[in-house]
């Protein structure tokens, strides 16, 4: 039998054409799209109940409708996910920034609150969740899940959504609350993929003392080693920068070395098996302190603008695609036969998350403020309340992560998997689109004088001005140096007139 090579040859690059023009039409959508979502954040800045976050859910959701329709129900998504887009790519940015612009004299002074919320709160809601899974899916006969997919379910669900948080909550408006919720969401998403990670590399089917206090000592090594790595990184960027002085030449590369350094270090994490999140965390809180002093003036500027775009893009792109992908027609097939069971798991997760959270912001609170002697230092109910609501989105991490376990290359074959990602999906949408909705109402009635407290510090800056203001600096230099200033400006007018004084008197 005959085979004609340059027939088979002119079909290949002519699909292979196709396949091209195709990714490029899909990129350009998402392009417009993401050009669409800045335009309407902009419009809806002033809203009392929307931000960006759920105005790119909205999009998202709208365009999947879309799709679907002229597909036929084939497809409701442009791009097809990708594990190594979300890790590798698009948090960094997001994590490095907030490293990067968070207020340093609030996140050290709550730091101890932060790391008991962030690592002992997420333990503790990972352990609710996953016994709670495990209790009340074998009663709904959903599949076959291992004791592996349940502590799975409890690292996955117990990630908050950091993203969320950040567009919900100013750090202007309320400062302790943002340093709390926030350093509690870093700690809490590095936790999680820690732990996530643990389970998929431990031996789970024989649980014995061995195994767990290695489990212990490989969870704190994580920590101590990924934060090490991230200061690290950050020291030694500024001493390269400070003593080779890139800036007399071309302020490009010092901006380009401090945005590859920051990069490098969460490669390096992830290239040592630790936690990339973590580690680009602290880079980003040491690189905001020692290597922006060591740059030029323009230099600060650009790097503090193109962090923030990088993250703020990404926040977008994230929250776009998650809006495509919870109509992925492909998911939804394996619980079309049983829309009540999918229901029934989505409210038992999101009950177990509610629970799961209440059950550590209250008590750590309580002890949290048993150690401390000031009132102001102390957590208030109201607060808690605040940091309780405001922690219960789910988002992006949730999302891979439930990929990474239930799914390969974004497929899944099995009916059980498929119900936990569209239960995952479920859970995302409601608890960033109804709780994030609530959470501005809710922190204007719980605190009442944060428009007050945000008028007063509104024109501090997110970054030192000068290289002699230390880490935790509690802003009296500052007061000394414009009474400095003050007296000498009344100096040099007395002397000023009384030249002129005498001037007219000769």
């Not at 991230?230 to 002085?245: D, M, Q």
């Not at 230092?377 to 439930?402: F, P, Y």
């Amino acid at each position: 039998m005959a085979v004609d090579v340059s027939s088979l040859s002119e079909r290949s690059v002519e699909m292979l054409m196709t396949s091209d023009h195709t990714s490029v039409v899909s990129m350009n959508l998402f392009v417009a799209l993401l050009c669409a979502c800045i335009l309407l954040g902009h419009l809806l800045e002033e809203s009392r109940w929307m931000n960006e976050s759920i105005t790119a859910l909205a999009i998202g959701l709208c365009t999947g409708v879309i799709i679907l329709l002229t597909t036929g129900g084939k497809s409701s998504h442009l791009l097809v996910f990708s594990e190594d887009l979300f890790f590798i790519y698009l948090l960094p940015p997001i994590i490095f920034n907030a490293g990067f612009q968070v207020k340093k004299k609030q996140f050290f002074r709550n730091f101890m609150t932060i790391m008991t919320f962030g690592a002992v709160g997420t333990l503790i809601s990972f352990a609710i969740i996953s016994l709670g899974a495990m209790h009340f899916f074998h009663k709904f006969n959903i599949g076959s899940l291992k004791i592996g997919d349940y502590l799975a379910l409890g690292a996955i669900f117990s990630a908050t959504d950091s993203v969320c948080t950040l567009q919900v909550l100013n750090q202007d408006e309320t400062p302790l609350l943002y340093s709390l919720v926030f350093g509690e969401g870093v700690v809490n998403d590095a936790t999680s993929v820690v732990l996530f990670n643990a389970i998929q590399s431990f031996d789970l089917s024989h649980i014995n003392t061995s195994t767990a206090l290695q489990f212990i000592g490989n969870f704190l090594y994580l920590f101590a080693a990924s934060t090490i790595l991230g200061v690290v990184a950050g020291l030694l960027s500024a001493y390269v920068i400070k003593k080779l002085y890139f800036g007399r030449h071309s302020t490009d590369r010092e901006v380009a070395l401090m945005i590859l350094m920051a990069y490098l270090s969460y490669i390096l994490s992830e290239l040592f098996y630790l936690s990339a999140i973590l580690t680009v965390f602290f880079c980003g809180i040491v690189m905001s302190h020692y290597t922006w002093h060591n740059v030029t003036e323009s230099s600060r500027v650009t790097t503090k603008h193109t962090f923030a775009t990088l993250s703020f893009v990404a926040e977008i792109f994230i929250f776009l695609y998650v809006g495509m992908d919870a109509l992925d027609i492909e998911k939804w097939r394996f619980v079309s036969d049983s829309p009540g069971k999918s229901i029934a798991v989505s409210s038992i997760l999101l009950a177990l998350v509610l629970v799961g959270r209440a059950a550590f912001v209250f008590p750590l609170s309580f002890l949290t403020n048993l150690t401390k002697k000031s009132p102001s230092d102390k957590i208030s109910l109201k607060q808690q309340v605040t940091i309780w609501w405001a922690g219960l989105m789910r988002g992006s991490v949730s999302m891979a992560l439930a990929y990474n376990q239930f799914t390969r290359s974004g497929h899944t074959d099995l009916r059980a998997n498929a119900i936990m990602i569209t239960s995952t999906i479920t859970v995302v949408l409601f608890s960033t689109v109804v709780f994030g909705l609530m959470t501005k109402p809710l922190v204007r009635i719980l605190l009442p004088s944060s428009k007050h407290i945000g008028s007063m510090i509104s024109s501090e800056p997110s970054s030192p001005k000068s290289i002699t203001v230390p880490l935790l600096s509690n802003g009296q230099d500052s007061e000394v140096w414009i009474e400095i200033g003050f007296s000498v400006h009344l100096f040099i007018h007395s002397r000023i007139w009384g030249v002129v004084t005498a001037f007219y008197t000769r």
